[in-house]
């Protein structure tokens, strides 16, 4: 039976995570957004809400210094009418809430679904937010001309320093945490909001890192903790990096951990995605250096 009365939204807590990875795996989406993890540790920066509608995941941003906006329905998509009113709910939600239906991250497979469904809408290009795609056995062992200098970077940390991978655990969680404040504090991360924010997703993930089943490793130079990596399984065939943090002073340590973690816990996968840029202009040039197979293309939306 449809839903058609009013929607009410809760707030996310751990406790959330079975429900939402079901939604999850029935979509099997490679956007970098579309885990509970993403949103469990951006809960409190974006002030997320989700509400479950005809048997669809919806979830809403409600920041007080932006317009609410929502991200696409997260559910099984061959569900038409059931999807299609649900869009109806939403868009009523968000007039009563005295603004437009936007969805914001929404993907080219989302986007080609909304099109099936005969709703009129407007869509942009969210470059900044596109999800950067490559090919696990490429970066975990850095073969071919073009990484080349990726594999330079590497030998020469070597030459300096020694090295250990650990797998992350309760053991030496508390290396994990060190990494980042230090990290933190050499940008001055009090004085930036987004960082401030960053943090506290950070350590919300630390805290809860054996709840979400994360995989993450950390790497010792010279037997000092200088880097961590945290990512999860995102579908049958892509994980993706929630977190990487290392000294950045250290050259070829951020080539490194990277190469690492896929080299010794992905590669019964074929991509890893590494989220987007946000638009930041040698975030941009880093992440093309790494050679892309491709992207996931995301787009902001309103209905009409």
């Not at 795996?25 to 509400?51: C, H, I, P, Q």
């Not at 929502?70 to 099984?76: A, H, I, M, N, T």
């Not at 020694?162 to 655990?169: M, R």
């Not at 200088?226 to 399984?233: D, I, L, N, S, Y």
Request: glycine share 6%; proline share 2%.
């Amino acid at each position: 039976m449809l839903q058609t009365t009013a929607l009410k939204v809760s707030e996310i807590s751990i406790d959330d995570k079975q429900c939402f990875d079901r939604y999850f795996k029935l979509a099997g989406l490679r956007v970098s957004e579309m885990n509970f993890t993403n949103f469990f540790m951006w809960r409190d920066y974006y002030k997320v809400r989700f509400s479950i509608v005809n048997d669809f995941l919806c979830i809403i941003s409600v920041k007080e210094d932006g317009q609410p906006f929502c991200f696409f329905p997260v559910g099984d998509y061959s569900r038409i009418d059931e999807l299609k009113c649900t869009f109806y709910m939403l868009r009523e939600y968000f007039q009563e809430m005295g603004g437009g239906f936007k969805m914001h991250r929404v993907s080219d497979t989302q986007l080609s679904i909304l099109e099936k469904l005969g709703l009129n809408f407007n869509s942009n290009e969210d470059r900044d937010n596109f999800d950067y795609l490559y090919s696990v056995k490429s970066l975990s062992t850095l073969a071919g001309k073009k990484l080349d200098g990726k594999r330079n970077h590497i030998n020469k940390f070597k030459k300096l320093h020694t090295f250990e991978y650990e797998a992350i655990s309760e053991g030496n969680m508390a290396d994990c945490r060190n990494i980042l404040e230090n990290w933190c504090i050499q940008r001055n991360y009090t004085e930036d909001k987004s960082l401030v924010a960053e943090r506290k997703a950070n350590l919300d993930l630390l805290d809860n890192y054996s709840i979400l089943g994360l995989k993450g490793a950390i790497i010792k130079v010279d037997g000092v903790p200088q880097a961590f990596t945290v990512g999860e399984k995102l579908t049958q065939d892509t994980c993706v990096i929630h977190i990487e943090k290392a000294n950045a002073d250290i050259h070829g340590l951020y080539p490194l951990i990277n190469q690492q973690f896929l080299a010794n816990e992905w590669t019964e996968l074929e991509y890893v995605n590494r989220e987007q840029d946000l638009g930041l202009e040698g975030l941009r040039k880093a992440k093309l250096s790494y050679n892309p197979v491709s992207f996931v293309e995301k787009f902001t939306v309103e209905l009409c």
